[in-house]
């Protein structure tokens, strides 16, 4: 069997890698969540990515800097500090697997919100699709048992925010380049979480602290390797990397906390993604 070595080099090992990155980063917020109140988790995890991010920016000049939307970035900075604040708690309240299941259940939302928002044409296949996807969602949350949680439907609430950033940064794409988007979205994001902090701020301990550094890097190089890998490969080859985080997630909330998810959630995660793969590979497919 014949090895690609351009997609094993700029495609699988770096998509991989990002898996692994943003799988980590959800260990961290979960370890962090046992100390500090999930709106300062988001305000370290924040201003420390905009840390990371500013070295590269700034050298580039205020030319680079300008936009003419800058209010479309505040709403993204919003809209995307909600999706955090959701994923964030979710973390801290539910098994690791579920919770990131849940945050990466976007493509859902995008198929639902195509025909409204995106003026794009539905096919009956999108509709199966979504069913399915929305089917597995009703087994993750468990409505009218004794299993479902505030916190399940929060986490969905992330996946719902994520799938309006992305609309939205698609849009933004035009005429925004890619680091001055992640720029803005890291800027509005400390501003706004910044406020809420007033309300909720507790001294973290020196341990607490490296744990949100090594989360916040951990995000900053995952979108970066997963931005890389999109850039350089087609979607439809890098997209189910996404899923791999998911995967990895319940492996390490297995061996760190024991969470073991049971079989109404086994049966959605599968349909999840099952349904997600399908939106990504048949859209993609379409636009070719």
């Given at each position: 069997?014949?090895?690609?070595?351009?997609?094993?080099?700029?495609?699988?090992?770096?998509?991989?890698?990002?898996?692994?990155?943003?799988?980590?980063?959800?260990?961290?917020?979960?370890?962090?969540?046992?100390?500090?109140?999930?709106?300062?988790l988001?305000?370290l995890?924040?201003?420390?990515?905009?840390?990371?991010i500013?070295?590269?920016?700034?050298?580039?000049?205020?030319k680079?800097?300008?936009?003419?939307?800058?209010?479309?970035?505040?709403?993204?900075?919003?809209?995307?500090?909600?999706?955090?604040?959701c994923?964030?708690?979710a973390?801290?309240?539910?098994?690791?697997?579920?919770?990131?299941?849940?945050?990466?259940?976007?493509?859902l939302?995008?198929g639902?919100?195509?025909?409204?928002?995106?003026?794009?044409?539905?096919?009956?296949?999108?509709?199966?699709?979504?069913?399915?996807?929305?089917?597995?969602?009703?087994?993750?949350?468990?409505p009218?048992?004794?299993?479902?949680?505030?916190?399940?439907?929060?986490?969905?609430?992330?996946?719902?925010?994520?799938?309006?950033?992305?609309?939205?940064?698609?849009?933004?794409?035009?005429?925004e380049?890619?680091?001055?988007?992640?720029?803005?979205?890291?800027?509005?994001?400390?501003?706004?979480s910044?406020?809420?902090?007033?309300?909720?701020?507790?001294?973290?301990?020196?341990f607490?602290?490296?744990?949100?550094?090594?989360?916040?890097?951990?995000?900053?190089?995952g979108?970066?390797?997963?931005?890389?890998?999109?850039?350089?490969?087609?979607?439809?080859t890098?997209?189910?990397?996404?899923?791999?985080?998911?995967?990895?997630?319940?492996?390490?909330?297995w061996?760190?906390?024991?969470?073991?998810?049971?079989?109404s959630?086994?049966?959605?995660?599968?349909?999840?993604?099952?349904?997600?793969?399908?939106?990504?590979?048949?859209?993609?497919?379409?636009?070719?």
């Amino acid at each position: 069997m014949q090895i690609d070595r351009r997609y094993l080099i700029h495609g699988f090992l770096p998509a991989f890698s990002s898996a692994c990155c943003f799988a980590v980063m959800a260990v961290c917020i979960k370890i962090a969540s046992s100390e500090l109140p999930t709106v300062q988790l988001v305000f370290l995890r924040s201003i420390i990515g905009l840390l990371i991010i500013l070295p590269i920016v700034l050298p580039r000049g205020i030319k680079f800097i300008k936009t003419p939307i800058i209010h479309l970035h505040m709403l993204r900075g919003f809209i995307s500090l909600c999706a955090m604040i959701c994923f964030f708690y979710a973390i801290s309240q539910v098994g690791l697997s579920e919770s990131t299941l849940l945050h990466a259940s976007s493509p859902l939302f995008i198929g639902l919100l195509a025909l409204p928002v995106l003026k794009e044409k539905i096919t009956y296949n999108n509709i199966i699709a979504l069913i399915i996807g929305f089917i597995g969602v009703f087994f993750i949350l468990k409505p009218g048992t004794t299993l479902f949680t505030i916190a399940t439907l929060i986490g969905l609430c992330s996946g719902l925010f994520i799938a309006c950033a992305k609309i939205l940064v698609r849009y933004m794409a035009i005429t925004e380049p890619v680091m001055r988007t992640v720029f803005y979205f890291s800027i509005f994001s400390t501003l706004y979480s910044s406020i809420l902090i007033i309300w909720f701020w507790q001294s973290p301990t020196i341990f607490d602290v490296l744990i949100i550094v090594l989360a916040s890097v951990c995000a900053t190089g995952g979108q970066i390797l997963l931005t890389y890998s999109f850039t350089n490969n087609d979607a439809v080859t890098v997209a189910p990397f996404t899923y791999v985080t998911v995967v990895m997630a319940a492996l390490l909330g297995w061996l760190g906390w024991n969470e073991l998810p049971d079989t109404s959630s086994t049966i959605g995660t599968i349909l999840i993604i099952c349904s997600c793969l399908s939106l990504i590979i048949k859209n993609k497919s379409s636009n070719l």
